[in-house]
Nanobody, 126 residues
Framework: QVSLADSGGGSVQAGGSLRLTCTIS????????VGWFRQAPGAEREFVAV????????YYGDSVKGRFTISRDTTRNMLSLQMNSLQPEDTAVYYC???????????????????WGQGTQVTVSS
């Protein structure tokens, strides 16, 4: 059984930075992907970034490319999301999520992710 615990959210001004972390309990297989989605009020949950646990391959949503960096620490079973140049449109609840097999084609599809963290709020003010 895999469980995820995400943390690190907060409030920052536009242009600022935050770092989110996700602690993974249970075995993380090399083929699995662990990443982040976000959901703003009144909006659908949106793919942010994901990393394949074994080889570190990463995928990013278009809106965060060049600003966010996802990484993992396999010895500590932890996932991180470094968020730089934050903008008000980045305001959302951010969820850590895991898929047992990370597809190179459908990595952004919500229903492929079986395990979710409780979410952490990120608020960016202008």
């Amino acid at each position: 059984q895999v469980s995820l615990a995400d943390s690190g959210g907060g409030s920052v001004q536009a242009g600022g930075s935050l770092r989110l972390t996700c602690t993974i309990s249970g075995r993380a297989y090399d083929s699995s992907g662990v990443g982040w989605f976000r959901q703003a009020p009144g909006a659908e949950r949106e793919f942010v970034a994901v990393i394949r646990w074994g080889d570190g391959t990463t995928y990013y949503g278009d809106s965060v490319k060049g600003r966010f960096t996802i990484s993992r620490d396999t010895t500590r079973n932890m996932l991180s999301l470094q968020m730089n140049s934050l903008q008000p449109e980045d305001t959302a609840v951010y969820y850590c999520a895991r898929t047992p097999f990370l597809s190179s084609t459908y990595y952004y599809v919500l229903k492929n992710y079986a395990n979710w963290g409780q979410g952490t709020q990120v608020t960016v003010s202008s």
